[in-house]
């Protein structure tokens, strides 16, 4: 009976240290892996550090947000994290200080009563299955106007418009999207400078060709000396103007309306040629009245309706920045009153001013009735809160 005993304690000890054994290569397998996954996919495993210790932070946060659209960038980052009542695990703040140049699409058709959006783009390199980019409503999306150089030229809106989008990836389908998120500035352009020194020199060019009428039809040779001087001005001065106007492949507003000028000053030659070659002296001086009639009254139409469609432009670009002014307020106003009513005590709040929780998005929808998806987009809380 010892005897088996001793046996079974011995084979019990041999089947403890091939256990032992075979732990010890799971373990190193383990940390093969691991060594995989950071090296091949950026995927980080957290540690825990001891009390009083720096987080490294390249080994523990890798959020892989990149401003896509820019041309030249400088940033500095820092992190740090911020208790959560209840909850063992902090949120990780991190702070960007971006000074960058940023490329942009800008539609010109309107010009020079445009309305463009200079948008920034940012994108994280993890799928949207893993990261979703969102507001945070610890912060106002405002502009600082204090270093806004073009402030002649351009009426900025003193809040951004932030909409969150996806990106998907051409070459694969295995990640499926990408979370990008579009941070929107909203700038109108003043037209003083063009209305005083484009459009009214060319309205005056143009209306300087009626005084051709005034030469009898007989000297028909210097009326036509008079039309082509001006066409001839008209075509200079639009020479000169062209170097300081966008080089686009399409006709701006602008373009239009100096094409129409040439085209009249165009007409008014092939009429006085016309008026010129009839031998009738009664039948040549009505047509010449009838088309000089003609002539003022398309110059005047024209020109009233251009003025009409310039103001009903301009109206609507400045009612965009109100809107968006008017939007941005009263999610201010909801924000202060989220500052003071919200409970620090509450498990998953944070006592930090820089992080705001609370709203849903039925709240946000409630907030804007008017355009519930866009109000939807720019009013979520960042699941992995990014300051930028």
Not at 51 to 64: A, E, I, K, N, Y
Not at 264 to 282: G, L, P, W
Not at 295 to 304: D, T
Request: proline content about 3%; some cysteine.
């Amino acid at each position: 009976m010892y005897n088996t005993t001793m046996e079974d304690n011995e084979n019990l000890t041999k089947s403890f240290q091939g256990l032992e054994t075979k732990l010890d290569k799971v373990v190193e397998e383990v940390k093969h892996i691991n060594s995989y996954l950071e090296s091949s996919s950026g995927s980080k495993w957290c540690t825990k550090k001891p009390p009083g210790q720096d987080v490294d932070w390249d080994d523990q946060w890798d959020p892989r947000i990149e401003l896509r659209n820019t041309v030249t960038v400088e940033s500095v980052t820092s992190q740090n994290l911020i208790p959560v009542v209840g909850e063992d695990v902090p949120i990780v703040h991190e702070f960007r200080k971006v000074k960058a140049t940023f490329k942009a699409d800008m539609d010109l058709k309107d010009f020079p009563v445009d309305h463009q959006k200079l948008t920034v783009q940012l994108m994280s390199g993890w799928p949207l299955k893993r990261v979703e980019l969102r507001k945070n409503y610890g912060s106002i999306d405002n502009i600082s106007k204090d270093d806004f150089a073009d402030a002649d030229q351009w009426q900025l809106s003193d809040y951004l418009e932030c909409k969150p989008d996806t990106k998907s990836n051409g070459q694969s389908k295995t990640f499926g999207e990408y979370p990008v998120y579009n941070i929107i500035a909203h700038v109108q352009r003043k037209t003083a400078f063009y209305m005083w020194n484009t459009i009214l020199i060319l309205f005056i060019i143009m209306a300087l060709s009626f005084t051709a009428f005034s030469i009898p039809l007989e000297e028909h040779k210097d009326r036509l000396g008079i039309i082509f001087t001006l066409l001839l001005t008209t075509v200079a001065f639009k020479l000169v103007v062209s170097q300081y106007l966008p080089t686009v492949s399409y006709l701006t507003l602008l373009d239009k309306y100096v094409l129409g000028c040439i085209i009249f000053q165009c007409s008014v030659a092939v009429q006085n040629t016309v008026a010129s070659a009839i031998r009738d002296k009664n039948s040549a001086s009505l047509f010449d009245s009838i088309c000089m009639a003609t002539f003022g009254a398309v110059v005047i139409l024209a020109n009233l309706l251009f003025g009409i469609f310039v103001w009903m432009k301009m109206s609507k670009n400045k009612g965009k920045l109100r809107e968006i002014e008017n939007k941005f307020k009263r999610l201010s106003g909801r924000i202060d009153k989220a500052y003071e009513d919200r409970d620090t005590t509450r498990k998953g709040s944070t006592k930090s001013n820089i992080i705001i929780t609370g709203f849903t998005d039925e709240e946000v929808r409630e907030f804007e009735p008017s355009n519930q998806s866009d109000a939807a987009d720019s009013m979520m809380e960042a699941r992995e809160v990014l300051m930028m």
